[in-house]
Each structure stands twice: as C-alpha cells, then as structure tokens.
C-alpha cells in the first residue's frame, strides 16, 4: 500500500464550487504539505502543517483553506473554485533528521479542472 | 524574496554525463535538494546536500557551495529512464521547501 495516498485523483468541477482534496499518510510523520504544480511549473507551497495544532500558509494560499483533521490526515479546501486553480495537487509529509536532512514523500497527485 | 533558477530542459544522450545547475536566493538556507518527476507522477527524493562538497549517490551526485548560492546535479551513464523533470529545493531553515521551475531532462538514443 502507498505510504501517502489522495483522493480523488482527478476532480472535475464548475466555478464556484466548494472542493476538498483529501490526503492520508501512514508513514507517522507530522509534518504534511499541499502543493500545487502548474503545467511546466515547479512545486507552488499552498500551506503546511507542523501537528494537528500548527497549520502554517504557504507562497499562494489565497483562495484555499486547510485542516489537519489527525496527525496521519490533512484536506486541502477550495471554497469557491476559479478555473485558475485548475493544476495538479500534492500531498507530501516529510521527517526531518537530527543532521537537518528533510526528505519530502509525495501523494500520487490530485488533478483538478475547474471549468 | 526567494528565488531558485534552473535550465528548462537539457538534452542528451544514453551513456552521457550530464549537469543539471541551481543557483538560488533565499532568506533562509539549511541546504539543497534534488528531485525527480516523471511525466503523470509525483516527485521522488534523490539527494540532499547541507554541507559544501559532492554526495555521491549511485550514477547521481549534487554539489553545493554556500558561498556561490549555487549547485547542481550530475547525471551518469545516462539511461532512457532518466528523461523526467529535476527540480533543486532549497530547505528554508527547516520550515518549508522552496522549489526551482524544473529543468526537464530528454534523454535520446
């Protein structure tokens, strides 16, 4: 079984819809991170969490809102979808070592289309 | 500001060498990552560097020097598997990733 999975895999939705991407690890790591990829882009953080209490914005998180529902689940929430959040959505956790190394594990990804 | 600059893509060829660069501006910096994307998949770790110098991974070694903001990627022995995307990730004092735009790596025949 995948260490962090997310559903849906693809999303197809109109304007104005209120939309959540859901992501669950079983890795037992507490820090979780959405991010979001445009086509021929780098990964754009949206927002991450640290533990259930510690939720954090990231460069572009106008427009989307979180919840860190338990330490092994983390829902991305579009309130209101605009066709320019139509990208590709990930989940990563990530463990940092005493040394400083953080590794980043990745979700399959969450296509949306938002029309 | 933050800001990671790559290649947007480099070409070459089986068995070849190639260096994939990442020069980067940041306000925090605890090091260096590099990862993979194949088309329609998610990104895969494949090293990290916190300290200057050359880790060495299999046919992959990175390179950072702190004092030039700057490092990169070697490829070797290159194999058609490893046409995909880099991307170089700058560890912002332990608190988030910062990512490049990618450089996408074909790989020919």
């Known amino acids: 079984d995948a260490d962090v999975t997310q559903t849906p895999r693809n999303r197809i939705t109109k304007t104005g819809k209120r939309i959540m991407l859901e992501c669950s690890q079983t890795k037992g790591h507490d820090r979780m991170y959405w991010y979001r990829q445009d086509p021929g882009l780098g990964l754009q953080l949206i927002y991450y969490s640290f533990d259930v209490k510690d939720i954090n914005k990231g460069e572009i998180s106008d427009g989307y809102s979180v919840s860190r529902q338990a330490q092994a689940k983390f829902s991305l929430s579009l309130e209101s979808a605009i066709p320019n959040q139509t990208a590709l959505y990930f989940c990563a956790t990530s463990d940092p070592r005493g040394g400083g190394e953080d590794t980043q594990y990745f979700g399959p990804g969450t296509r949306l289309t938002v029309l | 500001g933050q800001s990671l600059e790559q290649p947007s893509e480099v070409t070459a060829v089986e068995g070849a060498i190639v260096q994939i660069n990442c020069t980067y501006q940041?306000?925090?910096?605890?090091?260096l990552s590099w990862y993979q994307q194949h088309d329609g998949g998610a990104p895969t770790f494949l090293s990290y560097n916190g300290l200057d110098g050359l880790e060495e991974t299999g046919r992959f070694s990175s390179f950072l020097s702190r004092s030039d903001s700057y490092g990169y990627l070697l490829l070797q022995e290159l194999q058609m598997k490893d046409s995909a995307s880099y991307f170089c990730?700058?560890?912002?004092?332990?608190?988030?990733?910062?990512f490049g735009p990618g450089t996408r790596l074909s790989v020919l025949p």
């Open positions: 940041t306000s925090g910096f605890y090091g």
């Open positions: 990730a700058v560890d912002n004092y332990g608190q988030n990733f910062v």
